[in-house]
């Protein structure tokens, strides 16, 4: 990476397993597609005190050569499943591969075109 990572922590004091979960998702991001140029990810920690929501949130802003940008900023609403941060940050690295995938898809011109005319003959016997 061009840049180094920045991992920052919002309502909580950082915690090395999930940076280091981080960290591992970010080495898998780099092998699937070779090279980012930077990268930031913010976890939304929920605050205990207020009990407003007890989800966690991941946004994670990555950039890849040619100045492509993917930006994963999902907010979890009533998934119960987020009150895991483990699971948040899995959830929110395979969105990001997702992306990732699909916009080199269209970089490489790999896009499928469903309006594509097909031209058919038809094999008659001969008579």
Known sequence: METPVRISFQG????EA???????????????H????SCQV???V?????????LYSINIHLVLPGNIDIN???TPQADSRFADPVFAVNDAFR??????KEKTRKQRGEV?????RVERTLDRPPS
Do not use: C
């Not at 070779?34 to 140029?37: A, Y």
């Open 18 to 32: 999930l940076t280091n979960l981080i960290s591992e998702h970010l080495d898998a991001l780099e092998r699937l």
């Open 34 to 37: 070779g090279r980012l140029t």
């Open 72 to 74: 994963v900023d999902h």
């Open 12 to 15: 909580s004091t950082p915690s």
């Open 42 to 44: 913010v976890v939304q």
């Open 112 to 116: 499928k075109n469903l309006h594509e």
């Open 46 to 54: 929920p605050d205990r005190h207020h009990r407003t929501s007890n």
């Open 95 to 100: 969105r990001a591969k997702r992306l990732i």
